[in-house]
């Protein structure tokens, strides 16, 4: 008889009610509950167990791998590689006494991953903060604890250590289990992603519901098939990238989930996530015509720019370095950071007016007939309104209520959709049926039914035609 089918027996003879197939059904439940990959069957046989209030004890292999883990488990060891690390954080624990958290994500294949605890003083073990991705680390004396979704976690506490290793393993590199964002799907979690920037990279506090501030990294990563992608790291700000990253700069991004959003499937990380970005420490300077300028309520310029190579830029002045400059103008500035196509001007950086340069295009030059619309780019239009803009409200998921205004338009090549979302959707509602628009800073996504939609943007500005 295998350690399997003996601690089955050992489970019904203490609750006579359960069938091996109740239990072979309740096995695969939680196996889809937890996620495929993460748990073998005997490991969800002793969370069952637990569930029952049975605790099952079994001979555990010395050599044991992560979907070997089960709640309850005490002083396992194993052998395993870093996938990322989070910074040590402080809580209070009820008597007020401080005490110190640090999380870690290991894996031992392509789909098995677990996460560590450490624990007060191993929260900062000697040279912890100096583990890297993909580093081969032994646990040494660890017990294992169920997170919130069930599945088991690693914790490292006062009788337990970490220890890095040069042994030879058959446990695959991070580059081997490096996903293109093209190939992901929903639900996958503890993933390690590449892609390349698409677009604009912005960073936004909120407070949260139980009104704690906070911070995130947005961005879109285009996978190798072309296709884009929205990226949410929450926790991060712009310390963590580079100042100066150049438009479809290389990315990685160690320890992160995917998860179905308003806008399709999005990649979501935390605090932990690792961030790799090509770019540099220094921004260099760029010469581009201003396109378009739209102040905002806060004192910020909202600028569209285009260079000699037809490159957008997105520039946002919190210093009010463009204030003399008018549509039209050629500026070279030398802003403090540079996010793919989307520059910051603070009060580190300068802005100067140059001559007219021909090799720039201007507005006219630029703009791109409806026909020629193709999603996840960013385009300038002029149309016609053919249908009278409509505002309504739309449920998210989480139960906001954000405004929606949409207004139907044409050129002599087709017909499109043009919305806009929340503070976006006033520009829309100042619109009339008949008016000839120009409207730039448009950016283009897959609607209903395989149909193009275009979407107002910060950067965008409707300008009425005579």
Known sequence: MSEYDSLVEKLIEQKPELTREIIDEQIKLKKEKIGAGYLTDQGALFLIASDYGVTLSGPLKVEMSLKDLYAGAKEISLETRVLNLSPAKQFSRKDGSPFY???????????????????????????????????????IKAYVKSDLDGSPTINIGSGSNVETTDSASEIPSIENITKDVSELQEGQKDLVVKGEIDGVITSMEFTNSRGVPGKALRMRLKGKDGSGIRVVLWGKDEA??????SQ???VRLLGVKTKSGNQGLEIHGNDATIIEIEG???AEPI????????????????ILAIDNQKNLYNITDSSNLTSTCVEGDVIECMPSKVYGNSIILDENSFVRKLDNDENIPSLSKIRTKINDVKVDGNYCIEAIILKVPERREVQTKTG?????????VEDDTGQIWV?????????????????????????????????????????SKITKKN
């Open 240 to 245: 963590s990238i580079p100042n100066m990253i």
């Open 287 to 302: 010469i581009a015509r201003i396109v378009s300028m739209l102040p905002t309520e806060n004192g910020k310029n909202m």
């Open 419 to 459: 919305k806009g979302w929340r503070n976006q959707a006033r520009l829309i509602d100042k619109c009339e049926l008949g008016e000839i628009v120009s409207i730039t800073g448009l950016n283009a996504k897959a609607g209903l039914e395989g149909r193009i939609e275009m979407f107002i943007t910060p950067f």
């Open 248 to 250: 479809s700069a290389k």
């Open 101 to 139: 958290l640090r999380t870690m994500t290991v894996y031992d294949d392509a789909n098995s991953t677990a996460s560590v605890k450490l624990w007060d003083d191993k929260a900062n073990i000697p040279g912890i903060e100096n583990l890297k991705p993909g580093d081969l680390i032994k646990i």
């Open 280 to 282: 540099g420490k220094e």
């Open 400 to 408: 906001e209520s954000i405004a929606l205004s949409e207004m139907f």
